[in-house]
């Protein structure tokens, strides 16, 4: 049992950019395959509240980074999309601006359908099949809860029913997911985490990683690790003993729950699923069946726990092996119910934060008036003292002085009020040095008195690196 949270990015909007995109279900229907809005074969409707205003915010701040860019609020620049980026963003966005037409009484209607393998899935514009950055989005905040590593809890306990055994990598995938994903990736010269959870759940389900593509029509078919990894990761990955042996693992497994499927089920009984156009059993397809079956039961008695702990208003979505909730209840009566169920099994939990909104460019154009007025006031005040000319080598010399009394190493505790006045006109004059086309006095103030006493007193200090001051205030 974890818990974790995730928050929405702040976002910005780019004056440019216009208004969130004002879509109808006449354009949503020339965007999208026929039927995404209504159809006929369902088994029903499921009804989701939307957040609309982190909704909102999410699709302008898509739109301003599809204009200039992601917004770094540390160095206040934009950097460019790359190709994949921009891809993704422009997909996203017209996902999440239908998912905003449609919802126009707060709540997205969607499709539904029961699978012949078990699942629930939605149809057309939904929240189960879109990028998790637009669910998150137009659920705000919320709660999930997750099955962790579902489908390898399900093997490893049907296993341990039919042959008890070690099985000691899927245990040890099963005891720590994160760093055996990131074993995985490491050894495929990747820190990409998702690709290495996408390996592992194809090798879960038959994928052969030796496959080789096949011909098919004018083509050629890749298998499905060929979809997703390169050829160098796929021979990083058959190299290393560690993950093949985890392999070999993976495959007696399905052939130990395979064989016990086709002992127990009599062939009349085969689901029609799971057969090919021959009429002959597809063992990744049998393995398919029977998680996605177990899945589905464990997920509905999860739902009617969550039922009977509050307001079924507060199921806010199913998305296979999880829940979203509109607001938390407590885990660990889900764990408990989960464990005597397969003692393998574990839930996350959660937090994710809405979207919210700021015009990143107003506040940016806020700050450079503050700046101005700042330089403004600066020049004022300026106009109002005696001025200096200053030279290189004399703006070196104070540069070394203010950085002493920046670094505490200044002694101006014995020094009067015309002296501190004097140091800090020099400051402000020293300063002003960055704004070199005000800078124009003539009048030379170096010659007063008061000046000549300052001067001897910062002569005779010692620098902050122990050196001495012996070329004077200003050095030659």
């Known amino acids: ?41 369902i088994d029903g409707y499921w009804y989701t509240v939307i957040d609309t205003s982190s909704l909102t915010a999410y699709i302008k701040s898509t739109e301003a980074a599809l204009k200039a860019g992601n917004y770094d609020t540390k160095t206040e620049e934009f950097t460019p999309l790359n190709q994949h980026q921009r891809a993704t963003y422009q997909e996203n966005l017209k996902i999440a ?25 939605f149809k057309g514009i939904n929240l189960q099949n879109c990028h998790t950055t637009v669910r998150h989005a137009a659920l705000g905040d919320c709660h999930s809860y997750d099955l962790v590593s579902a489908s390898q809890a399900w093997r490893m306990h049907e296993c341990q ?26 050894i495929m010269g990747s820190h990409n985490m998702d690709l290495a959870k996408q390996v592992l759940t194809a090798i879960g389900f038959g994928a052969d990683i030796t496959d080789s593509p096949w011909p098919s029509g004018d083509s050629y078919k890749l298998p499905a690790l060929r979809e997703i990894l390169t050829d160098e990761q796929l021979t990083r990955l058959t190299l290393s003993p560690w993950f093949m042996s985890f392999v070999a693992e993976q495959q007696k497994m399905n052939d130990i729950i395979y064989k016990n499927f086709r002992e127990v089920f009599s062939k009349d009984d085969y689901p029609a699923a799971i057969l090919d156009k021959g009429q002959k059993i597809v063992k990744n397809k049998a393995l398919a069946w029977l998680y996605q079956n177990a899945e589905s039961t ?29 607001m938390s209840i407590d885990v660990s009566g889900m764990q408990g119910l989960l464990l005597q169920l397969n003692p393998y099994l574990k839930i996350e939990h959660t937090k994710h934060t809405g979207y919210t909104y700021q ?78 086309d005000i800078i124009m006095g003539k009048k030379n103030w170096r010659a007063t008195e008061d000046y000549q006493r300052f001067m001897s007193k910062a002569s005779n200090t010692e620098f902050s690196d122990g050196s001495e001051n012996t070329d004077g205030f200003y050095g030659g």
């Open 161 to 186: 029913k039919i042959q008890p055994d070690s099985y000691p990598y899927t245990l040890e995938l099963l005891t720590n997911r994160n760093l055996f994903r990131r074993r995985v990736a490491h």
């Open 298 to 326: 464990i997920l509905a008695t999860l739902v009617d726990y969550i039922k009977q702990h509050c307001d079924e208003d507060n199921i806010l979505l199913i998305v296979h092996d999880a829940v979203y909730l509109r």
């Open 1 to 41: 049992m974890t818990e974790k949270n995730t928050m929405g990015k702040l976002n910005f909007d780019l004056a440019s950019a216009g208004e969130v995109a004002h879509w109808t279900r006449e354009m949503i229907e020339a965007n999208f395959p026929v039927g995404t809005i209504e159809s006929g074969d």
């Open 97 to 121: 601006s239908a998912i905003a037409v449609l919802a126009e009484d707060g709540k997205l209607r969607q499709a539904v359908k029961q699978s012949p393998f078990g699942r629930l899935y």
């Open 359 to 436: 015009d990143i460019f107003g506040i940016l154009d806020h700050k450079q008036r503050i700046r101005d007025e700042h330089v403004d006031a600066l020049r004022y005040q300026l106009s109002k003292m005696e001025k200096a000319g200053w030279n290189d080598a004399e703006y070196k010399s104070s540069h070394k002085l203010f950085a002493m009394d920046r670094d505490g190493m200044l002694d101006k505790t014995l020094w009067n009020e015309q002296e501190q006045a004097e140091y800090q006109r020099l400051h402000d004059l020293y300063y002003m040095t960055w704004f070199k």
